[in-house]
């Protein structure tokens, strides 16, 4: 079962950086998408400044492994295994 913070990022699609206290929105149908956005002292996420080119790459690849660590329907590799096409 994976991490509440793993699954979280996942679900949100805001991947933080390793301290946790920044993320980059990458989910395409937020007003967020591509803005660096820095975590709140109560939890929420508060937008810093639009994300640089190489800070949304590197968000998108390590969400690209979260799902290889999380097999979810969203993950071609699962979609392999259940016989689905990739």
């Given at each position: 079962m994976p991490s509440d913070k793993?699954?979280?990022q996942i679900d949100s699609k805001i991947i933080e950086g390793r301290d946790g206290n920044y993320g980059v929105c990458i989910d395409a149908d937020s007003d967020w998408k591509d803005w660096l956005l820095q975590k709140h002292a109560d939890g929420g996420w508060v937008t810093l400044r639009k994300a640089l080119p190489s800070e949304i790459s590197a968000a998108?690849?390590?969400y690209n492994l979260?799902?290889?660590i999380v097999p979810t329907d969203r993950c071609p590799s699962?979609?392999?295994e259940q016989g689905?096409?990739?």
């Open positions: 793993i699954q979280r998108k690849t390590q979260l799902l290889v699962h979609e392999s689905g096409e990739v």
